[in-house]
């Protein structure tokens, strides 16, 4: 089966956020993208709220329960006891932890699982306790596999941001893809499921699927929102679907 594709909504949120208005809508923007196949959504609530609003996920997970239900909520974040508490209210089906600093403006590099399981491993324990799927951001390493393993966690996702720089380097593009993919075997050699996300496009996300083909999930922010902006949201989707094999 392909991957599945989430769209992230903070970009929305954060061109929401440029004026005091309820528009565009990131419920409204993620209805669209549901309806047109979409298998989920993303959100990375950051402490400043500088995109994605905590009220957003209440509206997100009900619009979800109301009218898909079979769609995926999947929330990422930094585990801060805030975060933590943020997700045990709105439930989503998939926590993605992320070693962002509260500043960075995105997530620019995974974790270090050689020096991080012991912190990771009660939060992971915690997480599953109340029935979520648990994602850990991962850089391409194949030899830090093991380690992510031994946190508990359900899934990696793999760290694609270098991959995608590399859109006019095919040469670099091919080193950065071979990476990911050594480190994705590795990742399912240990029982792990392994999502993708970072600069992901309709360009780069087939060799991506060819070279991962047990890839369970695409989770696509900024590039689909700028393509949204050019074939509107629903052929965006439909686009990005067709690029991961549906």
């Known amino acids: 089966m392909p991957a599945k594709l989430s769209v992230n909504l903070n970009a929305i949120a954060y061109l ?6 309820p528009w565009p809508s990131v419920t409204g923007l993620g209805r ?9 959504l993303t959100v990375h609530p950051r402490p400043d709220e500088r995109h994605t609003r905590n ?7 009900a619009l979800i329960d109301d009218e898909f239900p079979r769609a995926e909520f999947n929330v990422e974040g930094f585990p801060t ?6 997700v045990e209210k709105n439930q989503p089906d998939q926590v993605t932890l992320v070693p ?5 403006a995105t ?10 399981a012991g912190y990771l491993a009660p939060i992971v324990k915690r997480l599953k306790k109340s029935g979520f799927r648990v994602s850990l951001f991962a850089d391409p390493d194949p030899a830090g596999m093991a380690a992510a393993r031994d946190t508990g966690a359900d899934r990696i996702e793999l760290y694609t941001g270098p991959y995608g720089s590399f859109h ?12 990911l993919g050594a480190t994705a075997d590795a990742a399912l050699a240990l029982g792990l499921g392994v999502n993708a996300g970072h600069d992901l496009t309709v360009a780069n996300l087939p060799a991506l699927a060819r070279r991962i083909p047990a890839l369970s999930e695409v989770s696509i922010g900024h590039g689909l929102t700028a393509d949204a ?13 067709r690029a991961c094999g549906w």
């Open 55 to 61: 009220a957003d996920l209440t509206e997100i997970r």
């Open 107 to 116: 997530s620019d590099h995974g974790w270090d699982f050689r020096t991080k």
């Open 16 to 21: 929401r956020n440029r004026r005091d208005l």
């Open 168 to 179: 006019a380097d095919p040469g670099r593009a091919g080193a950065a893809l071979d990476r």
């Open 229 to 241: 902006m050019e074939f509107g949201m629903a052929e965006t989707v439909r686009r990005f679907l």
């Open 81 to 86: 006891e805030d975060f933590l508490a943020l």
């Open 100 to 104: 962002d600093d509260p500043a960075q």
């Open 32 to 40: 669209i993208a549901l309806a047109a196949g979409a298998h989920g």
